[in-house]
C-alpha cells in the first residue's frame, strides 16, 4: 500500500436523500466496513438487513431535542479530525475511547427544496442542518485520512477505488471529494443567508454569499479560449434554468444567454391577452410582437429584423403549436423556448436535429423580487431584479396631444420591449409589433437613428415604399437629455413617445415633441440595462 491510500474500516452514513443508499451501504458492508448511522438512515439501513449501529451507542448519548442534537459529539469530531499516526492524536482518542472514523456520507438536510416549495418559516428553519456541515466540514478538512461523500453521484467512484486498492481510497479522490464538499457547504450557506437576507428585507447584507450546482460544464465560454459552466441556484423561476430539453445539440455559452435574454421578455406578455413572440440576438431583442396566433405574432416579429432573426433565439408565451413551429423552422433558429409544445409541433421541430427546443412548463413572473449580479475586479455588483412593469405605471401626459387609444397600446407595449433592450434604447412600434430597434449605443440620438434606418430596412426587405415607422410610437429606456433624439424619431414617422422623463431639460424636449404634434407620455421608471 503507498503512503497516500488510506483504507476505510468505519464509515458514519446519514443522509436526507436515500438515493443508492441501499446498494452503497451492502458494497461496503461486503468489504467489511463497519457501518454507523442515525434515525431514518439507521432505519433503512437496518430494514435491509445490514448491521449498523445507532450513533448514540458511539457517543452514549441519545439524539434528543427533535434530532437537532445527535452528532455534535467529541467521539464523532474526533473521529473525525483525528490525524492518523499522529501520536498525540492517537493517545486522545485512546485515551477517551474515541474510534476513528474513515468514510463520512452526508447530503444534508434539503433546506434549498423546502424555500423551492413555500413552506412556512418554521420549516426553513428546521431544515438548516447544523450537524451535517460540520461533520463534512470536519472530514474535508481531514481528507488526508479521511474520505467524504455528499451527493449519491460520488458511491460509485469511491467504491470503484476501494475495489481496486483492498478497501482504500488514493488522496487524489479525498482531495477532489473534500473540495466538492466544501463547496457543497458553501453554496448550502448561501441559500440560507440568501434566504434570511430576503425573509428580513435586508437589500444590503453585511455578507453577501453565492452558490450554485453544476448544472453541465460547457464546451467553451463566450470565445472558444475561455472555459465555462452553467450552475443552478435554489431560486425556482421558470427559464432556462428549469426548462426541460425535448430536442437538439447541447446548448452553448451564448444560448443560454440569449435564451434566459428572450424567456425573460416573452414573460412580460400576459398569454391570456394575446400570444407573444420574441426573438433574440445576441441578448437583444430583434424583434418583438403580439398577435391573435403565434404564428402571426412570429410573422409580424420577423418583419422588424429578418435580416438579424438568422441564427437566432425564439421564445413565445403560449404552448408551441404546428402552425407557428411551421414559419419558425424555415428560417436558421438556434433555440425556440415555450412553456409547453404539442406533439405535431416537436414532430416539425424534430426535422432539424440540431434546433433546440425547450419547454419551462410555465412562464417568469416579472414582477417577482430577486437579485441580479455583475462581476467587476476585485468584487461583484449586487441589486434586485428590474420588476417593475408598465402595466403597474402610472402614465403622465406632457404634451398638449394625449395618445390615441392605439398608441397608448402601442406605446405600452414598445416600453415593455425597451426594458429587455441594452441601454441606450429606442423601440419603435406599431400594431404591437417593433418595427425598429436601437440597442446599445452611447449616444441615445444613435440608437434613435439606428432603430429608424433598422425600420427603413425592413420595409425595403417587406417591399414596401415606406419606412415601417411611418405612424409608430417610440419608447425609450431612460429619459432624452436633449430633444436631438425626440426630433430623429419624429423625423423617422413616429406620432407618439413614452420615456421615463426626469431630464433637467424636459421642458425643452415637451415643447420639441409639442412643436412636432407628438404625444408623449412619462412613466416616471427608467429600465437602464447594461
Known sequence: MTTDLRRIGRALLSVSDKTGLIPFAQALHAMGVELISTGGTRKALADAGLPVKDVSDITGFPEMMDGRVKTLH?????GLLAIRENPEHEAAMLAHGIGPIDLLVVNLYPFEATI???KSEEDCI???DIGGPAMIR????????VTVIVEAADYEKVLAEMNANKGATSLALRKHLAAKAFARTAAYDAAISTWFAAHLGEATPDFRALGGKLAEPMRYGENPHQSAAFYHTAEIRPGVATARQVQGKQLSFNNINDTNAAFECVSEFD???AAAVVIVKHANPCGVAEGASLREAYEKALRCD?????????ALNRKLDAEAAKAIVEIF????????ADADAIALVAAKKNLRLLVTGGLADPRASGLDFRTVAGGFLAQSRDNAVVDDMTLKVVTKRAPTEREMADLRFAFRVAKHVKSNAIVYAKDLATVGIGAGQMSRVDSSRIAAWKAAEAAKAAGLAESLAKGSVVASDAFFPFADGLLAAADAGATAIIQPGGSMRDDEVIKAADDAGLAMVFTGHRHFRH
Open 74 to 78: 467529541p467521539k464523532v469530531h474526533g
Open 116 to 118: 423551492q416549495a413555500n
Open 126 to 128: 428546521e431544515n438548516i
Open 138 to 145: 470536519a472530514a474535508s478538512k481531514n481528507h488526508g485520512d
Open 271 to 273: 398569454p391570456n391577452r
Open 306 to 314: 429578418p435580416v438579424s432573426t438568422f441564427g437566432g433565439i425564439v
Open 333 to 340: 433558429t438556434e433555440v425556440i423556448i415555450a412553456p409547453d
